[in-house]
């Protein structure tokens, strides 16, 4: 399978990037990392481990890579390069204004960036409350590109009794999106209960 891109910008939600990663790379999916220097600082606030240690588990892994913000010359900055696509996890709404006005002055936007002019799957995880009309607006222009729009929202007509289910619940529809799963397995489902 052709690497899939998860982008982790500086929103809050390093979670969800964790989790993005360990369910891609448990599936033995060639998995591209790319993290925003804000990205760490959050990580460093909502985590308990290190950006640093969790990489040196991922590392550990054959099909992972890494690649720092600045390192624009990475394969991943160029369309030539085959990928599935993209989920960035957690999405600031920095990165997204960026991204949707073409700026790509770093490789997490980079990569997006190519994703929309290829026409790949680009998955964005926006986390800030509440928005404001540029941040619709701008979240309105991606979803007209393409982009799948999946704000981190519990699934509250399954009950989950924590962050941990929540999590895992939306990692599972991000799998789904960037078509690494078919459909959502059963502890996702609504159990023939409709949401309300
Ligand atoms: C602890 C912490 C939490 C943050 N949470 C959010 C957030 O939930 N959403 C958001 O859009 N920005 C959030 N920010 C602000 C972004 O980190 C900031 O806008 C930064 O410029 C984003 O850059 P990046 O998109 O390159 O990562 C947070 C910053 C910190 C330090």
Not at 66 to 89: C, D, K, L, N, R
Request: aromatic fraction near 6%; charged fraction near 20%.
């Amino acid at each position: 399978m052709k690497p899939v891109i998860v982008g982790i910008s500086g929103a809050s939600g390093s979670l969800i990037a964790r989790q993005t990663v360990d369910a891609l790379l448990d599936r033995r999916i060639p998995t591209i990392v790319v993290c925003s220097n804000y990205a760490k600082l959050v990580w460093q606030e909502e985590m308990d481990e290190t950006f640093s240690a969790r990489l040196s588990v991922w590392r550990e892994t054959p099909h992972f890579t890494y690649h720092g913000a600045q390192e624009m010359a990475a394969p991943i900055a160029s369309g030539t390069f085959p990928t599935s696509g993209m989920v960035i996890a957690p999405c600031s709404m920095s990165s997204a204004a960026s991204l949707a006005h073409g700026v790509a002055n770093n490789l997490l936007l980079r990569a997006a960036d190519v994703c929309l002019k290829e026409r790949r799957n680009l998955v964005l995880v926006p986390r800030e409350t509440p928005l404001h009309a540029i941040h619709l607006e701008n979240l309105a222009r991606l979803a007209r590109m393409g982009a799948v729009i999946m704000p981190p929202d519990p699934p509250f007509y399954l009950k989950p009794e924590g962050i941990e289910d929540i999590v895992a619940f939306f990692v599972d529809r991000i799998l789904v999106s960037l078509g690494v799963e078919e459909s959502l397995p059963e502890r996702s489902q609504y159990g023939g209960r409709p949401p309300t």
